[in-house]
């Protein structure tokens, strides 16, 4: 069975920061690339960052130069770390496997996500 547990969320204020993990099994880790996304309420899920195998990287333009997308492969382990954090970042964050082309599209496996909350 297909297992993403996300941590690492939690409360802070603008301009602090936070690392989130996912750790993922019951599927062939290297066999996808991997996302984090997000979705706060009233708003449509958004992709934050993916990573393929060879570790090259995108990012959604809101967090550019602010969050950072990394993985263990060995580990099966999948990183953000979010920096210069503002309000708007406040959204249940989620991992998940992706195509590797294209839009990098999620293919349908959830965890329970990790909330993050930035206060002013």
């Known amino acids: 069975q297909v297992q993403l547990v996300e941590s690492g969320g939690g409360s802070v204020q603008a301009g602090g920061s936070l690392r989130l993990s996912c750790a993922a099994s019951?599927?062939?880790?290297?066999?996808?690339?991997m996302g984090w996304f997000r979705q706060a309420p009233g708003k449509e899920r958004e992709a934050v960052a993916t990573i393929d195998s060879d570790s090259s990287t995108r990012y959604a333009d809101s967090v550019k130069g602010r969050f950072t997308i990394s993985k263990d492969s060995a580990k099966r382990t999948l990183y953000l770390e979010m920096n210069n954090l503002k309000p708007e970042d406040t959204a249940m964050y989620y991992c998940?496997?992706?195509?590797?082309?294209?839009?990098?599209?999620?293919?349908?496996?959830w965890g329970q996500g990790t909330q993050v909350t930035v206060s002013l």
């Open positions: 998940a496997p992706t195509i590797c082309y294209g839009d990098y599209d999620p293919v349908g496996y």
């Open positions: 019951g599927y062939p880790y290297n066999s996808y690339c």
